[in-house]
């Protein structure tokens, strides 16, 4: 958690919510930050497989695995009906925030 309040308390990232929070002997992706995985760029029956390909672990991930069955929610695009649709990247207009210096 240490590393995760650094980023809290970092001025570059802001509205940040904690999805899961899940204690494991050792991390499960140990090569990689964050990082962001285009799904879109894999086929629906192939994907988990590329996103478990960068696992590090030892121990072969289960489909019992928290952490796991949190990321084939979206990976396998379940639960759609819960996902907020972000706007084309066009259609964005970056403003100044003008309150207090953080």
């Known amino acids: 958690m240490q590393f995760y309040s650094r980023i809290?308390?970092?001025?570059?990232?802001?509205?940040?919510?904690?999805?899961?929070?899940?204690?494991?002997?050792?991390?499960?992706?140990?090569h990689v930050g964050m990082e962001l995985f285009d799904l879109r760029?894999?086929?629906?029956?192939?994907v988990l497989e590329a996103?478990?390909?960068k696992c590090t672990t030892k121990y072969q991930?289960?489909?019992?695995?928290r952490a796991l069955q949190f990321l084939r929610t979206f990976v396998e695009a379940r639960e759609k009906e819960n996902y907020f649709e972000i706007p084309a990247a066009s259609g964005w207009t970056f403003i100044r925030d003008e309150s207090e210096q953080r």
């Open 8 to 30: 809290c308390q970092d001025p570059r990232h802001h509205n940040l919510v904690e999805l899961l929070r899940d204690y494991a002997p050792a991390r499960r992706f140990g």
């Open 41 to 46: 760029l894999h086929d629906k029956e192939t």
């Open 51 to 53: 996103v478990l390909a």
């Open 61 to 65: 991930l289960t489909y019992a695995d």
